[in-house]
T-cell receptor, first 111, second 113 residues
Framework: EDQVTQSPEALRLQEGESSSLNCSYT??????LFWYRQDPGKGPEFLFT???AGEEKEKERLKATLTKKESFLHITAPKPEDSATYLC????????????FGGGTRLMVKP | DTEVTQTPKHLVMGMTNKKSLKCEQH?????MYWYKQKAKKPPELMFV???????INESVPSRFSPECPNSSLLNLHLHALQPEDSALYLC????????????FGAGTRLSVL
């Protein structure tokens, strides 16, 4: 059975204090790892897709990386507007388009 | 444009009411999804439609009835719900089922009294 575990569950940072969020996964035949951002009461907003180990993607202050067992979302010099829940999800071969989500990391960035 | 529009934004209903949630996308996507999300939990898949046909039903109770009238529209009909069904209901779409990125709507916040 696919498993996705995100850590930490919650993270408080000062503005400008860089850090990383972790997504560990167990899946047979990875066919994509997805990062989403979700603000309270809103739907998840797509950030990145990673398909193979060694792949990296960047967008503004965010950088996502992928290994065979985990993915990291690096946040460089965060701002208060980066506060949100960050969700990781995996899709495996022969699973249609079913995504298995991790529990999320709630990020709070204080000014 | 990656917009998925859900209406209404908020819904309060009694356990004997019948109501419907609506989802619309104009991106030409052929796969659409319903998810349920409880507070501080990740989204849980309920239904998947591929080319307007139901392809996945994740053992959802029959009081939830999905409908896909055309490739742009997805409805979720609600009847005789329970208080524990209160949640954020999310719609998503992707170019095809099994491929590509799922784009989510803002959700409908449902409260069952």
């Amino acid at each position: 059975e696919d498993q996705v575990t995100q850590s930490p569950e919650a993270l408080r940072l000062q503005e400008g204090e860089s850090s990383s969020l972790n997504c560990s996964y167990t899946v047979s035949g990875l066919r994509g790892l997805f990062w989403y951002r979700q603000d309270p009461g809103k739907g998840p907003e797509f950030l990145f897709t990673l398909y193979s180990a060694g792949e990296e993607k960047e967008k503004e202050r965010l950088k996502a990386t992928l290994t065979k067992k985990e993915s990291f979302l690096h946040i460089t010099a965060p701002k208060p507007e980066d506060s949100a829940t960050y969700l990781c999800a995996v899709r495996r071969n022969n699973a249609g388009n079913m995504l298995t989500f991790g529990g999320g990391t709630r990020l709070m960035v204080k000014p | 444009d990656t917009e998925v529009t859900q209406t209404p934004k908020h819904l309060v209903m009694g356990m004997t009411n019948k109501k419907s949630l609506k989802c619309e996308q104009h991106m030409g996507h052929r796969a659409m999804y319903w998810y349920k999300q409880k507070a501080k939990k990740p989204p849980e898949l309920m239904f998947v439609y591929s080319y307007e046909k139901l392809s996945i039903n994740e053992s959802v109770p029959s009081r939830f009835s999905p409908e896909c009238p055309n490739s742009s529209l997805l409805n979720l009909h609600l009847h005789a719900l329970q208080p524990e069904d209160s949640a954020l209901y999310l719609c998503a779409s992707s170019q095809e089922a099994g491929k590509d990125i799922q784009y989510f709507g803002a959700g409908t916040r449902l409260s069952v009294l």
